[in-house]
């Protein structure tokens, strides 16, 4: 079975930081394109970042560059989102993906063939 679940969701203050975890099973993610996509209510899925299986090529929204860093740990099976000046604007519903696939990474959701099930992030005061 192809499981990925995500974590370390909740309420912060504008401003604070976040790290999101995406917890593999049944495949191994080094060998797999990760994808980080969000969406809030009412608007279409975004792509936010993505690292490709090598770690030799990332991606990022224009909405989250400089803030958001994506990264994995081999040993631990898992990729992270670190969410740092977090705004109102990210509240949103943050999912991971995977495709296996040899090739830097893309940020359209189409590419990708595994999702979790999403963790909600709230930014607000």
């Known amino acids: 079975q192809l499981q990925l679940v995500e974590s370390g969701g909740g309420l912060v203050q504008p401003g604070g930081s976040l790290r999101l975890s995406c917890a593999a099973s049944?495949?191994?993610?080094?060998?797999?394109?990760i994808g980080w996509f969000r969406q809030a209510p009412g608007k279409e899925r975004e792509g936010i970042s993505c690292i490709s299986r090598t770690g030799g090529s990332t991606n990022y929204a224009d909405s989250v560059k400089g803030r958001f860093t994506i990264s994995r740990d081999s040993a631990k099976n898992t990729v992270y989102l670190q969410m740092n000046s977090l705004k109102p604007e990210d509240t949103a519903v943050y999912y991971c993906a995977t495709v296996r696939l040899f090739r830097p990474c893309v940020l359209s959701g189409p590419t990708y063939d595994y999702w979790g099930q999403g963790t909600q992030v709230t930014v607000s005061s």
């Open positions: 049944g495949f191994i993610l080094d060998l797999n394109m």
